[in-house]
């Protein structure tokens, strides 16, 4: 799942990043309200974590904006407002939770899982295609009953194929989407992973799924029931 972080303090922004990557997510960071609005208005995020005290443009004008263009994308503030009119606010603008700096990254970890599991219920718990099926919250998955055992990356590259089946995902879509948007998709570090992840789901399989399309990208498909 891709995360969005609009945080000003190099520091913070670091350090939440970080324990984000190693709960296996792709984290981009935007330090102002400018940057923050650039990267929601294309990024498809599964999640933002929105300071309010930001440079160019406020968060509750960025709060405002994202959620009129995306009235479900969930949005959790983080911020050192203290005030009872400030969390009224925020939530009446439209953010989903409201977290006060200082915090302790366990509860920011657990406020994130829990808006993730919500928005999750309310679309749809697994994904599947053909025999392969997918489970986003438990971190699970299986083709026809057998458990994967996938890497962190692995699994967040076929969460990504998953969720765009049938569809031809580029290397730079998937770049940004797994690994975040500053990662070279010009390396061979994409392919490597490819040719990991097949030959865990299609391996000794007479029915293949992860397809390459040759000079753009690969696809998850289902080819026997489009057929």
């Not at 974590?49 to 969930?74: A, E, Q, Y």
């Not at 915090?103 to 392969?132: G, P, S």
Request: glycine fraction near 4%; include cysteine.
């Amino acid at each position: 799942m891709r995360i969005l972080l609009v945080e000003d303090e190099h520091k913070v922004a670091q350090f939440i990043k970080k324990g984000l990557q190693q709960d296996h997510f792709a984290v981009d960071l935007a330090s102002d309200g400018e940057e923050a609005l650039y990267l929601a208005e294309g990024g498809g995020y599964d999640l933002i974590i929105l300071d309010l005290m930001l440079p160019k443009v406020s968060g509750f004008s960025v709060l405002s904006t994202v959620r009129k263009k995306n009235p479900n994308v969930p949005i959790l503030i983080l911020t050192a407002k203290t005030s009872v009119e400030d969390r009224v606010r925020g939530l009446e603008i439209g953010s989903d939770d409201y977290l006060i700096k200082p915090f302790a990254f366990a509860e920011l970890r657990a406020r994130v899982k829990a808006l993730l599991r919500r928005e999750w219920r309310e679309l749809k718990l697994q994904l599947q295609v053909a025999d392969l099926v997918l489970d986003p919250v438990k971190r699970k998955a299986w083709r026809a009953e057998c458990d994967l055992d996938l890497s962190n990356k692995e699994f967040m590259l076929l969460e990504y194929l998953m969720r765009n089946a049938n569809q031809v995902v580029t290397r730079t879509m998937i770049a940004e989407h797994v690994w975040d948007a500053s990662f070279d998709s010009f390396t061979n570090v994409i392919d490597v992973y490819i040719s990991f992840l097949r030959n865990k789901i299609d391996k000794d399989r007479t029915a293949k799924l992860l397809h390459s399309v040759r000079g753009v990208g690969y696809m998850l498909k289902d080819e026997a029931a489009s057929a």
